[in-house]
């Protein structure tokens, strides 16, 4: 099955740098690539994903950028607030072709941002 | 943003007692997810639903748990007997396209005592 590692476990940054996330699968065949944001108590929610045909993606303080040949993707979050501080996950979805394929999630990133 | 109804919030139930979790995925979706979060650690796969039927399932998923969609919006986890690892925090999830993205219930906290 799919293996997907995350890196690091605990980033601390000022507010106002730039946070970088980092994710390696192990299936090739994976075709979409999902970042969650999870508050404490929280559901997981969406905040970029990327496909496996585009190399990057950008929503205002949010990229995600995605490298197939060597099976890693990325979240960059530029000018952090305090708001930003949460657990992100990242997450694949391989292509079986059953259908519903399910999410295999990283161990996620405690992200704190020090005012 | 679409809503993902989970019930109930949270459920306290002895060991050996089965527990059903109920969800309510948005109107026009149709794959249907269940996923688990024992506290403190990752989200992790249980089972995906589409067409009245299990499209996939993870090792997580033995003969203790199924699921079912009993009246064409419920969607139902059922714990046949329940055991203290099953304590967890459990989400449903709903796309309206296999990869797509997934929008998360705000959950069930199962506790097993």
């Known amino acids: 099955g799919e293996n997907v590692e995350q890196h690091p476990s605990t980033l601390s940054v000022q507010e106002g740098d730039s946070a970088v996330i980092k994710c390696t699968y192990s299936?090739?065949?994976?075709?979409?690539f999902p970042w969650y944001k999870q508050e404490l108590g929280k559901r997981p929610q969406l905040i970029i994903d990327?496909?496996?045909?585009?190399g990057e993606k950008k929503d205002q303080r949010i990229a995600v950028t995605l490298n197939k040949t060597a099976k890693h993707f990325s979240l960059h979050i530029t000018e952090t607030q305090p708001e930003d501080s949460a657990v992100y996950f990242c997450?694949?979805?391989?292509?079986?072709?059953?259908?519903?394929?399910?999410?295999?999630f990283g161990k996620g990133t405690h992200l704190i941002i020090q005012p | 943003e679409p809503e993902v109804t989970q019930t109930p919030s949270h459920q306290v139930t002895q060991m050996g007692q089965e527990v059903i979790l109920r969800c309510v995925p948005i109107?026009?979706?149709?794959?249907f997810y269940w996923y688990r979060q024992i506290l403190g650690q990752k989200v992790e796969f249980l089972v995906s639903?589409?067409?009245?039927?299990?499209?996939?399932k993870s090792e997580i998923f033995d003969d203790q748990f199924s699921v079912e969609r009993p009246d064409g919006s419920n969607f139902t986890l059922k714990i046949r007997s329940t055991k203290l690892e099953d304590s967890a925090m459990y989400f449903c999830?709903?796309?309206?396209?296999?990869?797509?993205?997934?929008?998360f219930g705000q959950g069930t906290r199962l506790t097993v005592v």
């Open positions: 999830a709903a796309s309206n396209y296999p990869g797509t993205e997934a929008f």
């Open positions: 990327i496909r496996s045909n585009v």
């Open positions: 109107s026009n979706h149709l794959y």
């Open positions: 997450a694949v979805r391989g292509y079986s072709g059953g259908g519903a394929d399910g999410l295999t």
């Open positions: 299936d090739s065949a994976s075709n979409y």
């Open positions: 639903f589409y067409n009245n039927e299990i499209s996939e």
